[in-house]
Each structure stands twice: as C-alpha cells, then as structure tokens.
C-alpha cells in the first residue's frame, strides 16, 4: 500500500473518487477533496470499485480521444454504482438502529 499512497499525489481528481488500487474486499480511493480512504466493501461494492479501475486503466492506453472519454464515463458510471450501493447499506445500517 505505500507505493499505492506515493502514486497519489500525482493523480489529479478526475471525478467525485478516484479508484487508486483495489483487491479482494478492500478499495483505496481518493475522493475529490483530496481526503483518501481504505474501505472494506461488501462484494457488490468492491466489484464496482474494480471495474472502474479497470475503465480508468483502458483509458489511460487509449489512444482514441473518443475512446479514452468512453472509457473515462465509464469509470464515472462505476463509481456512481458503487456509491449508490454504499448508501443502501447506510440507510440500510441507519434503519436497523432505529427500528430497535
């Protein structure tokens, strides 16, 4: 993870969160403000996380500007995905307690 934390300063923030690194059940992303978290992340979630990081890696070889757009609003999507399960799972967590 510290070579994950170097590449970091070096990415500009592209869209609401960036997708730094990611394996199994745990997503590195840096958000728009700069702050950056390791989240633990339910399968859906963290299969999200991995196909925009997939999408950002295909752009970044893309040749085509057009192309490399698809793929850039295709990383967008998948991170827009993932955040709309992420605050399920908060409304979900938020419902539980109160209805105890």
Same mark, same amino acid.
């Given at each position: 993870?510290?070579?994950?934390?170097?590449?970091?300063?070096?990415?500009?923030?592209?869209?609401?969160?960036?997708?730094?690194?990611?394996?199994?059940?745990?997503?590195?992303?840096?958000?728009?403000?700069?702050?950056?978290?390791?989240?633990?992340?339910?399968?859906?979630?963290?299969?999200?996380? !991995?196909?925009?990081? @997939?999408? !950002?890696?295909?752009?970044?070889?893309?040749?085509?500007?057009?192309? !490399?757009?698809?793929?850039?609003?295709?990383?967008?999507?998948?991170?827009?995905?993932?955040?709309?399960? @992420?605050?399920?799972?908060?409304?979900?967590?938020?419902?539980?307690?109160?209805?105890?």
């Amino acid at each position: 993870m510290a070579d994950i934390f170097a590449i970091l300063t070096r990415l500009p923030p592209a869209h609401d969160s960036t997708v730094v690194g990611t394996d199994r059940r745990r997503t590195l992303v840096r958000h728009r403000n700069g702050c950056v978290m390791l989240q633990r992340l339910t399968e859906e979630i963290a299969e999200c996380y !991995r196909h925009a990081s @997939e999408a !950002r890696d295909y752009a970044k070889f893309a040749h085509d500007p057009a192309l !490399r757009q698809d793929y850039l609003e295709m990383e967008r999507r998948w991170i827009f995905l993932a955040h709309s399960y @992420e605050l399920s799972e908060q409304l979900q967590d938020f419902i539980k307690v109160y209805r105890r």
